[in-house]
């Protein structure tokens, strides 16, 4: 048995290229850098977004004061009625002012909602909701019973909703 030979004698590998190895080791450094710069570009959006989201936090602010200054003059806006003695108008208006500051304030879509339906809410004090009470009642009875009013009925209303938003 010791005469047999193999039938092909063994191939000699070359070492390895000293340029491959200087190739593998610049596609590496490559490699690491754009894996690098990826997460660098990760953390740093996110970053961003925390500042952004602490921007928002002074802008809501500032736009708090801004809605609650527009309520205010849409609110002195509706008081012309109550010398023009539109009854039926100032009250449609008083109620839509009343509205959108209470969906404003409690952060509900109040605007569509009825008397009765904004009243059963229970974000409202019920300090609030005897005032609400008074007004929607004196609303309805005004937009939809024809019931006549005085200026001085509407000037008390106008007080209690002045006192409901400032």
């Not at 193999?6 to 080791?25: A, C, G, M, S, Y």
């Not at 936090?57 to 539109?86: F, N, P, S």
């Not at 569509?112 to 929607?136: P, R, V, W």
Request: glycine content about 0%; charged content about 35%.
């Amino acid at each position: 048995m010791e005469d047999i030979n193999d039938i092909k004698l063994p191939i000699e590998t070359p070492v390895i290229n000293e340029n491959f190895v200087h190739l593998f080791l610049i596609f590496l450094l490559i490699l690491f850098f754009l894996v690098s710069v990826t997460v660098f570009y990760i953390f740093w959006k996110k970053y961003k977004k925390k500042q952004n989201k602490k921007i928002d936090k002074t802008g809501e602010l500032k736009k708090k004061i801004d809605y609650h200054k527009q309520m205010k003059d849409q609110l002195k806006e509706v008081k012309r009625y109550i010398a023009e003695e539109e009854f039926k108008i100032f009250y449609m208006e008083i109620s839509k002012v009343l509205k959108k500051y209470l969906s404003y304030k409690y952060r509900d879509n109040f605007t569509d909602l009825t008397a009765s339906e904004i009243l059963q809410n229970k974000k409202i004090d019920k300090e609030k909701k005897i005032k609400l009470e008074k007004i929607f009642l004196k609303s309805d009875m005004v937009k939809f019973a024809q019931q006549a009013d005085t200026s001085k009925e509407m000037q008390d209303i106008y007080n209690v909703v002045e006192s409901i938003i400032c």
